[in-house]
């Protein structure tokens, strides 16, 4: 059973779209973390959000942690084929194991 | 140039054949773990350390084996490998306010 549920599991959009990948747990977390992994490669980090209630925004990338820091959203506004890649979310509890999703495969096509 | 570096990057074996993927980081990080991931399942937490000589399990270690004698090196034993250990490994290592690095994985088959 994955302790975060992500959705929707693959997300396939036109460039210039806008796009928002889903992480919820029945947990709460200490802080939250995004990752984007391409083919090949270890995922990296994009940002951690830490209050409840937060939102970052990095470019065209938003990040927002629930109230109740169980749950937290991706927007993506005006997709690029640059944003291709696996998104993941990793909750991180407070003897800071992280626990992650199982992904959101984002294509973004010309 | 702060990385993790992971040998080899893809590797076939066959049942029962020992193996062990290195792990390396020059970051001086104490924290470093080693996952698996599958396709829908995610990226799942074989072994951790906490520093030189400590290590702990993590949700799925049947099977594997880890040591931490120095606190760049991480390394992940198989010591009988099974194909259902075909996966893909990755190597992380941790900044003092949870940022994990990962190294580029290991595609590993076992036949």
């Known amino acids: 059973t994955q302790l975060l549920e992500q959705s929707p599991q693959f997300l396939s959009i036109q460039e210039g779209e806008n796009l928002t990948v889903y992480c919820n747990s029945s947990?709460?977390?200490?802080?939250l973390q995004w990752y984007r992994q391409e083919p090949g490669e270890g995922p990296v980090l994009l940002v951690t959000?830490?209050?409840?209630?937060e939102v970052k925004k990095l470019k065209r990338l938003t990040f927002q942690f629930g109230d109740a820091r169980k749950d937290s959203s991706l927007h993506i506004t005006a997709a690029q084929p640059g944003d291709t890649g696996l998104y993941l979310c990793a909750g991180v509890s407070n003897d800071y194991k992280l626990s992650f999703g199982a992904g959101t495969t984002v294509t973004v096509r010309a | 140039e702060a990385q993790v570096t992971q040998n080899p990057r893809y590797l076939i074996t066959v049942t029962g054949k020992k193996l062990t993927v290195t792990c390396s980081q020059n970051m001086n990080h104490e924290y470093m773990s080693w996952y698996r991931q599958d396709p829908g399942l995610g990226l799942r937490q074989i072994y951790y350390?906490?520093?030189?000589?400590?290590?702990d399990k993590g949700d799925v270690p049947e099977g594997y084996k880890v040591s931490r004698k120095e606190k760049r090196n991480f390394p992940l034993i198989l010591e009988s490998p099974s194909p259902n250990q075909t996966s893909l490994y990755f190597c992380?290592?941790?900044?003092?306010?949870?940022?994990?690095?990962f190294g580029p994985g290991t595609r590993l088959t076992v036949l």
């Open positions: 992380a290592s941790t900044s003092g306010i949870s940022e994990q690095f």
């Open positions: 947990s709460v977390f200490s802080s």
């Open positions: 959000v830490v209050t409840g209630g």
């Open positions: 350390s906490m520093n030189v000589e400590v290590t």
